[in-house]
């Protein structure tokens, strides 16, 4: 029969395990969420660059045209990646955040990047489709859209966590820096997988790359990065 020390140390210990579990589900939850809006921008990208090429469009009537539609598009990808971030945020700390003018602005304005970087590198492109087929063109642009969701959802995550910090409602102000862990992990952000930075360090700004995987995590001794 367990005393009453016991039984309130076994009640800690399954409180733990039990907020763990839901901290590392959230965590899966946000990467495949993240992975999910960049794979559907990258589809809405691959429709309007087919429409531009195949029409031989001019620059200015592709943007009249197409351009308040991918705008659209584009920002309820970078929406979804942000309030990822924000409610991974909220899972791991068990505290509220709440969507900020700061937050809003930050989603117009990378929706506005975004759309612009589409269309400045389909026009950088040599375009001579009887020598280069679609595929090969389009990949010249597919790393943008998992850019842009990326730097929602870190974005998203830092500043929800800062916010925390700033108003004394955390007392681990940690953060730690995760990559994928797999063959596909570049030599830049390799040597950074598990640094761990204090509230007020200066951190990498992230995605590092196009393309980059990597996030920013709330840093908890109790999980296994």
């Known amino acids: 029969k367990m005393n009453k020390s016991e039984i309130i140390k076994n009640l ?4 733990d395990t ?14 495949k969420i993240t992975d999910d809006c960049a794979t559907e921008l990258a589809n809405i990208f691959q429709k309007y660059f087919d429409l531009i090429v195949k029409n031989k469009m001019s620059i200015v009537s592709a943007r009249n045209q197409f351009g308040q539609e991918l705008a659209d598009h584009t920002k309820s990808c970078i929406q979804k990646a942000y309030f990822a971030g924000m409610d991974y945020v909220s ?6 955040v ?19 970087a589409f269309f400045d590198k389909v026009y950088a492109i040599p375009i001579k489709t009887e020598f280069i087929s679609l ?18 959802l870190n974005q998203a995550t830092v500043s929800a966590f800062q ?16 990559t994928r862990d797999d063959p596909k992990v570049c ?15 200066e951190k990498p700004r992230l995605p590092i790359h196009p393309r ?14």
Request: net charge neutral; with cysteine.
């Open 212 to 225: 980059c995987r990597c996030r920013l995590l709330v840093y908890d001794p109790l999980i296994n990065y």
């Open 12 to 15: 800690i210990l399954l409180e």
């Open 18 to 31: 039990s907020r763990l579990e839901a901290v590392m589900l959230s965590r899966t939850k946000t990467s």
């Open 135 to 152: 595929p090969m063109l389009f990949s010249w642009i597919q790393g943008i859209p998992q850019t842009a969701v990326y730097s929602a």
């Open 187 to 201: 030599e830049i952000c390799y040597p950074l997988h598990q640094k761990i930075y204090q509230p007020y360090d």
């Open 91 to 96: 899972a791991s700390t068990k505290k509220p």
């Open 163 to 178: 916010d925390l910090n700033d108003t004394s409602q955390i007392d681990n102000g940690q953060l730690i820096f995760i």
């Open 98 to 116: 709440a969507i900020s003018v700061k937050d809003v602005n930050y989603i117009e304005d990378l929706t506005i990047k975004t759309v612009n």
